[in-house]
């Protein structure tokens, strides 16, 4: 693929495709189903908000963020970025995990860490994690791959 043509996109586009392709790969049921009218669907949604044990290792919220990997003040940052609030009970749950990792402080978080409220506050999160590691990506290029399909792929 030449990436001398480019198929550039406005901002908004390029951000919904991206957000779209991740979203579908991170929390399939969520993205899927987030527009359901079934109930036994929308109850599925609602499970698929709170934090999920992604692996072993990994318990995931939204659309992908690792609550066990991602540093607590890092977490509480992405928040912020995505115009959602984190109460300081919520930050304590990471904290005690990250000065203590165990099966009862794993257990703490996924029993006690908020729900997102909708799929809208999954998908403002996500933004704010991918903006994140977007920027990051340019750094170690040292140049920038415009919005484009090909930047996406």
């Not at 996109?9 to 009218?37: H, Q, V, W």
């Not at 607590?72 to 928040?79: R, S, T």
């Not at 997102?116 to 920038?144: I, M, N, P």
Request: aromatic share 6%.
């Amino acid at each position: 693929m030449s990436l001398t043509h480019v198929h550039t996109l406005d901002l908004e586009s390029y951000k919904a495709l991206r957000n779209d392709r991740i979203a579908e790969e991170e929390n399939g049921n969520l993205f899927r189903f987030k527009n359901t009218t079934n109930p036994s669907l929308q109850a599925l949604v609602q499970r698929n908000l709170k934090p999920i044990l992604d692996s072993a290792a990994s318990i995931a919220i939204g659309y992908g963020l690792d609550l066990l990997k991602t540093p607590p003040d890092e977490v509480a940052g992405f928040y912020t970025v995505a115009g959602l609030t984190l109460s300081p009970a919520a930050i304590q749950l990471l904290k005690d995990y990250h000065n203590k990792p165990s099966q009862q402080t794993k257990q703490a978080i996924l029993k006690g860490f908020p729900a997102l409220q909708s799929e809208t506050d999954a998908r403002k999160l996500l933004g704010a994690v991918v903006g994140k590691f977007e920027s990051q990506l340019d750094l170690k290029l040292g140049y920038h791959i415009g919005e484009s399909n090909e930047r996406i792929r």
